[in-house]
């Protein structure tokens, strides 16, 4: 099948066939289509978009590029549930709202990833503890998950490696904000980690990626819709990124924050709405409570008795961090720290 054709096809406004999508991955991860042929199909679906069955297809297909894992017979205690972020300027909801699911019976091995330029990305955070492994062997993962049910981990080179190719093309190409190929790059890695429901945060305004609420709502649509004809349960939250949620920004400065979200001892408002709304939706999802409401109550309860904290700090120290993070998580501190008091009243804009 030859790529000049395919490319042909999608930039003349014709449905690509699942053969062709499927050469094109496979291409992808062979290395027989070239990087200048990969970038003209994905500027044509740019312009000319994906229908829904192509979408599903292309997803499908980046799935399987590489290893897809399998939970049934890894003695996991319960059902294997996920929550990724489109990302934003001090999002630090994983590392809050993984150990509360965990502490309400949900399996929770998220796959992360590094900051996207303007913001540190969750590995980035959890970096900042000594000796925490982002990239931990099989045995180790499901030791802690057997015990945590939680960890937050990057996503290994045989983890759908066609998308790895394709997005670094697409970040030089101008092709980044292709709603289909959002879709399919997040959906392929959220597949290929064997998940059994997924809930979907995506985020709204000047500090994330997306900033027009029509946008936001196509992105989300996408993302349920292409996941459920991919076989995998999905809903989705738009929420704001107008404002960092909590009071930092920073990847250790996040990482301190959390714990003290985590123990109690400071509790920003926003930061504790939206991981409680994202907490219900996934233990209903999950089918560990049977409404949002009562999935909310869970998580209040695990989070306000100290388990969430607790599965937290179980993880940090079975992936080689910290042995008590909770009461010391040995971060590192900048070198110079100076007050800068505002000289009047009101907002920076």
Partial sequence: ???????????????????????????????????????????????????????????????????VLQWADAGLHGPVVDKHSTGGVGDKVSLVLTPIVAACGGVVPMISGRGLGHTGGTLDKLAAL?????????????????????????ASADLAPADRRLYA???????????????????????????GSLVMD??????????????????????V???????????????????????????ALEVAESVAFLTGAEREPRLLALTLALAAQM?????????????????????????AAEHFA???????GPADVLADAQLPTAPVVLPVPAPRSGVLA
């Avoid at 449905?15 to 970038?39: M, P, Y």
């Avoid at 000594?130 to 960890?151: E, F, H, K």
């Fill in 225 to 251: 819709d292409v996941a459920a004809g991919a076989g995998l349960p999905c809903r989705a939250l738009i929420t704001d990124m107008n404002q960092v949620l909590g009071h930092s920004a920073g990847n």
């Fill in 314 to 320: 179980r993880m940090v120290a079975g992936l080689g």
């Fill in 1 to 67: 099948m030859l790529p000049a054709e395919t490319i042909r096809t999608q930039r003349d406004g014709g449905a690509l066939s699942t053969a062709q999508i499927n050469d094109f991955v496979q291409g992808l991860a062979t290395g027989s289509w070239s990087d200048s042929q990969v970038a003209a199909l994905a500027m044509a679906i740019l312009l000319r978009g994906l229908g829904p069955a192509q979408c599903v297809a292309l997803t499908r297909a980046m799935t399987h590029s590489g290893q």
């Fill in 130 to 154: 000594p000796g925490y492994r982002i990239d931990p062997p099989r045995n180790q993962l499901l030791t802690v998950l057997r015990s945590t049910g939680c960890a937050i981990v990057g």
């Fill in 202 to 223: 995506v985020k709204l305004g000047n500090g994330a990626f997306m900033t027009d609420i029509a946008e936001a709502r196509t992105l989300a649509r996408s993302l």
């Fill in 169 to 195: 093309i697409r970040d030089v190409t101008a092709t980044v904000e292709s709603v289909p190929l959002i879709t399919a790059s997040i959906l392929s890695k959220k597949l290929a980690a064997g998940l």
């Fill in 283 to 307: 233990l209903h999802g999950a089918g560990l409570a049977p409404s949002v409401t009562a999935g909310h109550t869970l998580a209040e309860a695990a989070l306000a008795s100290g388990r």
